[in-house]
């Protein structure tokens, strides 16, 4: 079968007012969101300044700048750059919930009713912050928002590819408890794909999953794979890590065996189409093989990856 996306180009339509609000009105579940993506401008510089952190020199310096610099990436590194610099502002538990609740109040306006949120705990704790303080702040926003707006949540903890697989397996470590406890429902793979083979973390995926199964609980098993990286990226997830999920996988459809595993497997994929147009990933949605994708029956999920990106 040949898995190669169509060459017709993407037909952008006008929406129109009663398109618009049948979207809006429609109900969503979003699986595909990094928490940390979603610090607006406005809070990142509040909490920069309550919290005494000084940002980079060469970091925009104020609002209207960053917006600006949001416009103008030109890979998933040059978006990385500006979202770890953001990470440093969160340090206490009220920053991370007010991190999820600006998050939720803007998207239970458009329809959410259930989210599954990335979070990148080594990019606190490697600055002394207490796993703990991330969770409770995270889950006190979430436990609000269910009891508020019926919105349900899932909380997956994504190990960064780009540090050393010890550092990731002490992040294992750490979390142990709140997995043990159920707290944490998923493990996740995230950050710069290459050059970072999936089967690099084939121990921490095993050491994670033995924690869960050890108290009979049922850890979900998710990896980034295929945006930046080939589909081998993808089949050696699926191989080494033993994950029911991939995020974005975008290039999966260039192996044909592949593409049939998926659909065989019926393995999702949270595909991002607007993040990789912003990330330059492709100039364009219509290069997406989303039409390859829906024909083989594999699930596709599509969702913005991160705040306006």
Same mark, same amino acid.
């Given at each position: ?38 610090? !607006? ?6 909490? *920069? ?50 991190? *999820? ?13 259930? *989210? ?24 006190? *926003?979430?436990?609000?928002?269910? !009891? ?9 903890? /994504? ?8 550092? /990731? ?25 290459k050059p970072f083979p999936p089967e690099l973390f084939k121990e921490c995926y095993s050491k994670a999953a033995a924690v869960s199964a050890n108290v009979n609980n049922n850890l979900r098993l998710t990896a980034h794979a ?45 595909? /991002? ?37």
């Amino acid at each position: 079968m040949n898995c190669k996306p169509s060459s017709s180009q993407y037909i952008k339509h006008e929406l129109t007012p009663q398109m618009y609000n049948f979207l809006k009105e429609l109900p969503k579940c979003e699986h595909h969101l990094h928490i940390e993506g979603t610090l !607006e401008p406005e809070l990142l510089f509040t909490l *920069a300044k309550k919290n005494s952190v000084t940002l980079p020199n060469d970091f925009p310096r104020s609002i209207q700048e960053l917006k600006s610099k949001y416009l103008t990436f030109t890979d998933l590194q040059s978006f990385l750059d500006l979202y770890y610099v953001g990470c440093n502002v969160l340090i206490t538990e009220d920053d991370f919930y007010e991190l *999820a609740m600006d998050y939720f109040n803007k998207v239970s306006k458009q329809g959410l009713k259930h *989210a599954e949120i990335f979070f990148d705990p080594q990019s606190h704790t490697s600055r002394g912050i207490d796993i703990n303080t991330i969770y409770n702040g995270l889950n006190k *926003a979430c436990l609000e928002i269910n !009891e508020k707006q019926g919105i349900t949540t899932k909380v997956i903890m /994504c190990l960064l590819r780009h540090l050393p697989v010890d550092e /990731c397996l002490s992040t294992i470590d750490l979390a142990s408890d709140l997995i043990r406890e159920n707290k944490i429902h998923g493990l996740g793979l995230d950050s710069s794909e290459k050059p970072f083979p999936p089967e690099l973390f084939k121990e921490c995926y095993s050491k994670a999953a033995a924690v869960s199964a050890n108290v009979n609980n049922n850890l979900r098993l998710t990896a980034h794979a295929g945006e930046e990286g080939g589909p081998d990226y993808v089949s050696n997830s699926l191989k080494h890590l033993n994950v029911e999920r991939i995020d974005h996988g975008i290039n999966s459809y260039k192996d044909d065996l592949l593409m049939n595993e998926l659909s065989s497997r019926k393995i999702l994929l949270t595909v /991002c189409p607007l993040s990789n147009v912003r990330l330059k990933v492709v100039k364009d949605v219509g290069e997406l093989p989303l039409d390859t994708t829906t024909q083989l029956y594999i699930l596709d999920l599509v969702g913005p990856c991160k705040n306006g990106v």
